[in-house]
């Protein structure tokens, strides 16, 4: 994708998540865009970066770390880890990283907690909500969340915000509207339980369901092929 197909699909994003919050009702600025740009090269991140994203989630740890390398220079960029998390590979997500998005392991947690460098501040994490409820399904289930929230919240380099989910696919708005809904109803719960928490975000919606995300509640939504094109399928497909 050239240089202008990145600022113009990026511009295109931003106004349909601004359209969607107008049409529930919702301030400009209550949810924002998470640039997925996992398996795109690091000089599409840099373009996008100069169209004014900050945000970017990456799922392949070495492959985020090449380009933080390549893009040192651009030392304002917000990093998201999204997805399952090795044991092996969270100290270098604790020290590389601003955000973790699909936790759903006490012991995960305490790691990064334990790994953080002080100096960087705690690491902001979103557990991830199994909001279909089956055993193959990463994510915690709704049972369980209050206790793995209290367990996280008493860890000392980490700061729970909230929840993250990636529900079923689902061309259906009415269907899509009801899985996010169940995550923003746990987060609900989960504020009324510890009211003194900084549990404010609701991280899900992606290209094919931004607006029914938008519509319960979403402050960050993660988009990758709406802003950066196609992905080539994985090897072996």
């Known amino acids: 994708m050239p240089e202008a197909s990145v600022s113009e699909s990026l511009s295109s994003a931003r106004e349909r998540l601004e359209a969607a919050l107008?049409?529930?009702?919702?301030?400009?600025?209550?949810?924002?865009?998470?640039?997925?740009?996992?398996?795109?090269?690091?000089?599409?991140?840099?373009?996008?970066?100069?169209?004014?994203?900050?945000?970017?989630?990456?799922?392949?740890?070495?492959?985020?770390?090449?380009?933080?390398?390549?893009?040192?220079?651009?030392?304002?960029?917000?990093?998201?880890?999204?997805g399952a998390l090795?044991?092996?590979?969270?100290?270098?997500?604790?020290?590389?990283?601003?955000?973790?998005?699909?936790?759903?392991?006490?012991?995960?947690?305490?790691?990064?907690?334990?790994?953080?460098?002080?100096?960087?501040?705690?690491?902001?994490?979103c557990l991830q909500l199994n909001v279909s409820s089956e055993a193959s399904k990463a994510g915690v289930d709704t049972d369980d969340l209050p206790a793995l929230a209290e367990s996280l919240l008493a860890l000392p380099n980490l700061r729970l915000r909230g929840l993250m989910a990636l529900p079923a696919p689902s061309e259906d708005r009415d269907r899509q509207r009801?899985?996010?809904?169940?995550?923003?109803?746990?987060?609900?719960?989960?504020?009324?339980?510890?009211?003194?928490?900084?549990?404010?975000?609701?991280?899900m919606g992606m290209s094919g369901d931004l607006e029914a995300a938008v519509q319960e509640g979403a402050t960050i939504v993660r988009l990758g092929t709406a802003i950066f094109g196609s992905r080539p399928p994985p090897p072996g497909s």
Do not use: C
């Open 22 to 82: 107008r049409a529930a009702g919702r301030p400009s600025d209550g949810a924002r865009l998470l640039a997925v740009s996992k398996t795109k090269p690091a000089n599409m991140l840099r373009q996008a970066y100069a169209a004014g994203q900050r945000a970017f989630g990456e799922n392949y740890l070495q492959e985020a770390l090449e380009k933080q390398r390549a893009l040192a220079d651009l030392d304002d960029i917000e990093w998201h880890f999204i």
């Open 86 to 125: 090795q044991s092996n590979k969270t100290r270098d997500v604790a020290e590389h990283f601003n955000w973790v998005h699909g936790v759903d392991r006490e012991k995960i947690a305490r790691r990064l907690s334990e790994q953080r460098p002080p100096a960087l501040g705690p690491i902001d994490l």
């Open 178 to 203: 009801h899985a996010f809904r169940q995550v923003a109803t746990a987060l609900a719960e989960l504020q009324r339980r510890f009211p003194e928490a900084p549990l404010d975000t609701l991280s």
